[in-house]
């Protein structure tokens, strides 16, 4: 029996797919680019658990990409409330920002602003439905 979710499936992974390629095209590993976005989401400052619970990655793989990219330059860290730790970007993680992660946000928002608003709203509601159902039906599992 054919799936719509089966071809719903190779289609997340296309998409997948071209966001790993172009973090390599940008000099960049999956997890920091995960990193640059919630940065440029929540801002300069957020604490770093904020990165793994987002984007599903793991708190080693997450904690091990932020450590490379303090290394480099591009991040520093601050003590937070309790056990949290805010980052922060360098002036050389905001040139990063610029070059990497804001390249790819404004070719999602041309595509986005190319669909008429009812397209827009639906493409929303639809994806918010099917995530939020999928996630409480996969809890028992």
């Given at each position: 029996m054919y799936s719509a979710?089966?071809?719903f499936y190779n289609l997340l992974s296309q998409v997948n797919s071209v966001y790993h390629d172009a973090a390599l095209k940008l000099g960049l590993t999956d997890s920091?680019?995960?990193?640059?976005?919630?940065?440029n989401e929540h801002g300069s400052g957020c604490n770093q658990s904020i990165f793994y619970k987002e984007t599903g990655t793991t708190k080693s793989t997450i904690n091990s990409a932020v450590r490379r990219m303090e290394q480099a330059g591009y991040l520093y860290l601050k003590p937070g409330t309790g056990r949290n730790t805010c980052v922060f970007l360098t002036e050389k993680g905001e040139e990063l920002m610029k070059n990497t992660a804001h390249r790819l946000i404004s070719i999602e928002n041309a595509i986005f602003?190319?669909?008429?608003?009812?397209?827009q709203q639906l493409f929303m509601k639809l994806n918010r439905d099917?995530?939020?159902?999928?996630t409480e039906e996969t809890k028992a599992l």
């Open positions: 979710f089966k071809e920091e680019l995960d990193i640059l976005y919630s940065l602003e190319s669909w008429s608003p009812e397209e099917f995530a939020a159902k999928f």
